[in-house]
């Protein structure tokens, strides 16, 4: 297959999405496919300019597409995020189209949005209000999912909302959780571990900052003798702006990490990881920390939604008063369930593997692209 990707996030390897973007295209080299493999670096208007990004993405891309498919054929478009919304909708109007579209998202941005807007009223990085020329949703958005042919979501939860709004028919929505690197699996992991809760993310509204703030301080004053590290949180990051005075001496911070050694190493010093996100897509930290031997406390969102509570992890009630201070004391309290939950964790995310979902996606795309070619053939018949 002749693939072209056009992707709205960077193709850095240590950032989340674009790990995920680089190694589907990698991996599709590998099996033989041909794949030209697109950033905004490469479409983006204007970088300089740091307001609008997604109207410059969303031209960006539709001007990038129309030439790219004027100088080579494809037979499959793959399009990362929803500032595809305009390219979608004016090649879908092509007359005679042969190539495959498909969404192949790493969070569908009218989940997002919808989750955000329910548990904090805000869809800003920070929780507040945003400006009325801050909005993706002023874009068509939608249409980068009903107007392609196709989607790949990245979790159950994010395909069940695809088809709960009926962005395509259920047999054109498929779902493929997001692969670990080899280094983060079949490690050899202790349970026995130090007593520390460990955070890894920005230090953001839907991250779960307020709740964190809310229920840590508890923790710690109630048990002294464990400690809470924070992973990724930014050079600008200050505890004492975030936490009562009494507790800072047990609070450590990592500012930033991008070598996974250094991030594995971390993990592994956690007994308790914790996730209390109102919304991932996916989730990465989620899974590389039970690959890491870590008890996973989290939200009930992307990959964390989909696991056994108090089986494979913690899952805490909802989106708006989760008692993430019952969930950590419980562990606390009950090492042995502590154990359990890690090893349980440990052994679910075994499966998340490059090769499985590089077959699963190139089979999707080869059926697709079959049934794309039938359904032309018969409308000229």
């Known amino acids: ?26 991996g599709l ?15 983006e208007p204007l970088r300089r300019i740091k307001r609008a990004k997604s109207y410059r993405q969303a031209a960006g891309i539709l001007i990038f597409a129309l030439r790219q498919l004027a100088t080579k054929e494809y037979d499959v478009v793959e399009f990362y995020g929803a500032e595809a919304c305009l390219a979608a909708s004016f090649l879908a109007r092509r007359s005679g189209r042969s190539f495959l579209m498909v969404a192949h998202s790493n969070g569908i941005e009218t989940f997002v949005h919808d989750r955000l807007m329910s548990a904090l009223g805000s869809f800003s990085l920070n929780g507040a209000p945003t400006k009325w020329y801050q909005s993706m949703l002023l874009l068509p958005i939608e249409k980068a999912f009903t107007k392609v042919d196709a989607i790949v979501t990245v979790s159950q939860a994010e395909r069940d909302y695809a088809l709960k709004h009926h962005y395509q028919n259920e047999d054109r929505i498929a779902a493929i959780e997001n692969p670990l690197p080899d280094e983060f699996l079949r490690q050899t992991v202790s349970f026995e571990r130090e007593r520390v809760i460990g955070y890894c993310g920005g230090w953001l509204a839907r991250k779960g900052a307020a709740l964190i703030t809310a229920d840590i301080p508890r923790i710690l004053a109630e048990f002294p003798e464990y400690r809470f590290k924070l992973i990724g949180v930014g050079e600008r990051f200050r505890k004492e702006e975030h936490f009562p005075s009494g507790v800072l001496g ?6 930033f990490v991008d070598d996974k050694e250094q991030l594995r190493a971390l993990y592994h010093s956690l007994a308790i990881l914790i ?18 031997g870590c008890a ?9 939604q989909g696991l056994k509570d108090g089986e494979e992890a913690v899952l805490l009630a909802d989106d708006v008063s989760m008692p993430l201070y019952q969930a950590i004391k419980g562990l606390i309290a009950d090492d042995s369930i502590r154990r359990k939950i890690a090893q349980a964790g440990y052994g679910r995310v075994q499966n998340l593997r490059w090769p499985e979902a590089i077959n699963r996606l190139e089979s999707l795309y080869g059926a697709w692209l079959n049934a794309l070619h039938d359904e032309r053939k018969c409308a000229r018949v």
Not at 276 to 284: A, K, N, Q, R, T
């Open 296 to 304: 996973l406390v989290a939200g009930k969102t992307g990959f964390a």
């Open 275 to 292: 996730v209390p996100s109102v919304h991932e897509s996916f989730g990465l930290v989620t899974a590389e920390g039970m690959a890491c």
């Open 1 to 26: 297959m002749r693939v072209l990707t056009l992707s709205n996030c960077p193709l850095k390897e240590h950032q989340g999405s674009g790990y995920v973007i680089v190694n589907f295209a990698r």
């Open 250 to 255: 047990q609070i450590d911070v990592v500012p």
């Open 29 to 43: 080299r590998s099996k033989g496919h041909d794949v030209d493999l697109f950033g905004p670096e490469h479409f």
